[in-house]
């Protein structure tokens, strides 16, 4: 009986270079054994057998996850800065941005709601407003202004 093929990806990335292989393997392969399959390894020596981590998509897994078809097996480098902590660095010498130069800085969002001690409206609530002649949403809201609504009798 011949033994059922299926086609996965193994990817590696460097910043300058990007291989992708293509391979047939049996059902039942892990995510290792492709990895061994596709000579990545080889190829690249700085990849630490050791100490590889993978993904399927983007998605991270063990070395031990069985494949399905289609799947692609991604090979991540290690980071070279935590990014948590180049952030807390950013956050504490002022900088937005780390390339960016003082006045090219992105200011911080402000909140994307209402403002602070106003309602957010809805969009029937500002076409209500509106038809009404009543400022819009957008305009600084006076509860003093608004439409009494009461239920619409048939």
């Not at 100490?51 to 991604?74: A, H, P």
């Not at 290690?78 to 992105?106: C, F, N, T, Y």
């Amino acid at each position: 009986m011949a033994e059922i093929l299926f086609d996965v990806e193994v990817a590696y990335a460097k910043p300058e270079q990007q291989v992708i292989v293509s391979l047939k393997v049996p059902v039942g392969t892990t995510a290792k054994q492709a990895i061994d399959a596709s000579g990545l390894l080889k190829r690249f020596p700085e990849i630490d057998e050791t100490d590889i981590k993978t993904g399927i998509f983007g998605n991270t897994c063990k070395l031990e996850q069985s494949l399905k078809q289609g799947d692609r097996v991604e090979i991540y480098r290690p980071l070279v800065h935590d990014p948590k902590e180049a952030r807390r660095q950013r956050a504490e010498s002022g900088l937005m941005d780390a390339d960016a130069s003082p006045e090219r800085q992105i200011p911080a969002r402000k909140h994307r709601g209402s403002l602070i001690g106003q309602p957010r409206l809805s969009s029937l609530a500002r076409a209500t407003f509106c038809c009404a002649g009543l400022p819009s949403a957008s305009a600084s809201w006076n509860s003093s202004r608004a439409p009494s609504l009461s239920p619409i009798s048939a």
